[in-house]
């Protein structure tokens, strides 16, 4: 079936450096991405939409600036957390929709130190 | 807008009992409905959904659940659970829109079942 590849699935990182995460479709092609943020014991929150080719669709209260989001083939989005801090510290979790129903990815653990 | 409701956060049940876990949703307009259970530090997998059709709704690893219109509920249940099926379980709607799956989350429900 459908696969969803998210990488790293753990990062540890010192407060003040950036991180990416690769969320990649890897047997279709995933014309839209979403980016999901959990925190511990609560439900996840979308914090973007992106389409291959286009800017991301932010919620509202997400910074774009902190959290770029890029889409540049229709097997790879990125999210890169820029300036992370120790409030960034989370789950992130992507989903990529294709033709098929959605699928997600197995998340990132992010901690900030 | 749409918004969900998971009324338990926590449901604890003995293995081989049967078990409902309840899902209330709000919209002004037409949703789809959807389970999905995550297991600790992975995932979201999907349990089953509801797009259109027969509101009693067959998945995977013997769950079902029924779509009441009257109530906005999508109640998750299954008549006997095993150990293996403790996880989070989530309930989330998407706006009625062809290819949206912009999906609103509820909370969660963790499912503990005991020995």
Known sequence: ?113 | AQSVTQLDSQVPVFEEAPVELRCNYSSSVSVYLFWYVQYPNQGLQLLLKYLSGSTLVKGINGFEAEFNKSQTSFHLRKPSVHISDTAEYFCAVSADGGSNYKLTFGKGTLLTVNP
């Open chain 1, 1 to 113: 079936g459908a696969v969803v590849s998210q990488h790293p699935s753990w990062v540890i990182c010192k407060s003040g450096t950036s991180v990416k995460i690769e969320c990649r479709s890897l047997d279709f092609q995933a014309t839209t991405m979403f980016w999901y943020r959990q925190f511990p014991k609560q439900s996840l929150m979308l914090m973007a939409t992106s389409n291959e080719g286009s800017k991301a669709t932010y919620e509202q209260g997400v910074e774009k600036d902190k959290f770029l989001i890029n889409h540049a083939s229709l097997t790879l989005s990125t999210l890169t957390v820029t300036s992370a801090h120790p409030e960034d510290s989370s789950f992130y979790i992507c989903s990529a929709l294709g033709n098929s129903p959605l699928h997600f990815g197995n998340g990132t653990r992010l901690t900030v130190t």
